[in-house]
Structure formats: C-alpha cells, structure tokens
C-alpha cells in the first residue's frame, strides 16, 4: 500500500533556529496536510496544501507541496519551547478522506 | 465552536472485559473516523463513516471490533472482549464532504485505553 516517509524521526535544536522536516512517497498526492500533536491532545492542524506547487504560510510554519506530487515539506522559523511536539505529514490521494495516509511523525524538541 | 468531544479521557480495564468509546462531532461535519495510535505502528484508520454509514472498516483489527453512528452527532467504538495488545490511543474526527470537496479532518483528544 501508500506509505509516506517522513524525516527527521527526531530532533533537538535550539531556541530560536530554523527547522525543516519532509515527507516523500513513492506515490502521487492531491493533498498535502500537516498536522501537530501536544502530548495528551489529539493532531491539530497546522497547514492544508491542494495543488503541486503551491508554498503556504502559516505564521512562523511554511510548507510547500512538492512540483513531482510526491513529497512536502514543512519549515518553522525561529523556534520557540511551545513548538515541541510531534509533527504529522498526511497525504490524500482520492477522493475520500479515508485514503488519507499519516507519516510516523517528527518529535520535535527546543532546547530553551 | 466546540471541536470532537470524546470520552472517556483514559480507561483502564481488564482483559476480557467490555469497552465502550464515545465521539461527538463537530455539528456540520458528515464524515467521522476512528483512529488508533500507538507507538509501533502510528496512526491507522480503523473505520469511517460518511452520512452515519460505514464506508470503509478494512481498518478493523478484529471482529471483537465495532463501530455504529445511530446519528449525526454520536458514534461509538466497542471492543468486546477487550485484549492487552488493544491498549493504544483511540481518536475520533470528523470532517464534512460537500461534492467533491473533503474539509481536513479535526481531531479530538482521544481516549488514552489500558487494558491489564
């Protein structure tokens, strides 16, 4: 079936760096999503992309969905303690929402 | 708004014994998905509902698995009997379909399930 890598698995920086994760997929997708989750709450999410190309802004967050369709990535500038968590990429290749596949996430860790 | 309420916030239990996992959506939205979490294998679709009709339940583990949605605004998922290897984080979302077009799923906080 589909599956999605995504990389780093973890990180740890420091306080106010840049940060940048992707996923790739051997397939095509027609919808990129990212999504965060705090520990003990459920994914909350961050950015939606729709067409190859397209690069979106969500405050410090910036993602891009890939020109190939097979890949995006997700950047977060000038980390702060608050963006610990782990990030998701999700990718929809048909029509129903039940064909969206999760990545097995970045566990994101700041350094204060 | 209020976003997807689940409940209960965490179960423990004992192996055998009935499970019962509750989902109210966000009002408006006619799709609804199960999710469970664990370390080892991520987030899996269990099952999803479009319309309270199950589309797809490829996702259930096992037939000690079910999922019903009586109505626009409750779901539940019961495990019967429940096993250790079940423990896991369950989530539920909802989205709304119009056309062809899927609105991004919202999540709730899950429900932490430990089965002893």
């Not at chain 2, 899996?44 to 797809?56: A, G, K, T």
């Not at chain 2, 037939?63 to 998922?77: G, H, I, W």
């Given at each position: 079936g589909q599956q999605l890598n995504q990389s780093p698995q973890s990180m740890f920086i420091q306080e106010g760096e840049d940060v940048s994760m992707n996923c790739t997929s051997s397939s095509i997708f027609n919808t990129?999503?990212?999504?965060?989750?705090?520990?003990?709450e459920g994914p909350v999410l961050l950015i939606a992309l729709y067409k190859a190309g397209e690069l979106t802004s969500n405050g410090r967050l910036t993602a891009q969905f890939g020109i190939t369709r097979k890949d995006s990535f997700l950047n977060i500038s000038a980390s702060i303690p608050s963006d610990v968590g782990i990030y998701f990429c999700a990718g929809l290749s048909g029509g129903s929402q039940g064909?969206?596949?999760?990545?097995?996430?970045?566990?994101?860790?700041?350094?204060? | 708004d209020a976003g997807v309420i689940q409940s209960p916030r965490h179960e423990v239990t004992e192996m055998g014994q009935e499970v019962t996992l509750r989902c109210k959506p966000i009002s408006g939205h006619n799709s609804l998905f199960w999710y469970r979490q664990t370390m080892m294998r991520g987030l899996?679709?269990?099952?999803?509902?479009?319309?309270?009709?199950?589309?797809?339940d490829s996702g259930m583990p096992e037939?000690?698995?079910?999922?019903?949605?009586?109505?626009?605004?409750?779901?539940?998922?019961?495990i019967q009997p429940s096993e250790p290897r079940d423990s896991a984080v369950y989530f539920c979302a909802s989205s709304s379909r119009t056309g062809s077009y899927n609105s991004p799923l919202h999540f709730g906080n899950g429900t932490r399930l430990t089965v002893t």
């Open positions: 990129w999503l990212w999504y965060k989750q705090d520990p003990g064909n969206l596949i999760f990545g097995k996430g970045t566990k994101l860790s700041v350094k204060p | 899996e679709l269990l099952i999803y509902f479009n319309n309270n009709v199950p589309i797809d037939d000690r698995f079910s999922a019903k949605m009586p109505n626009a605004s409750f779901s539940t998922l019961k």
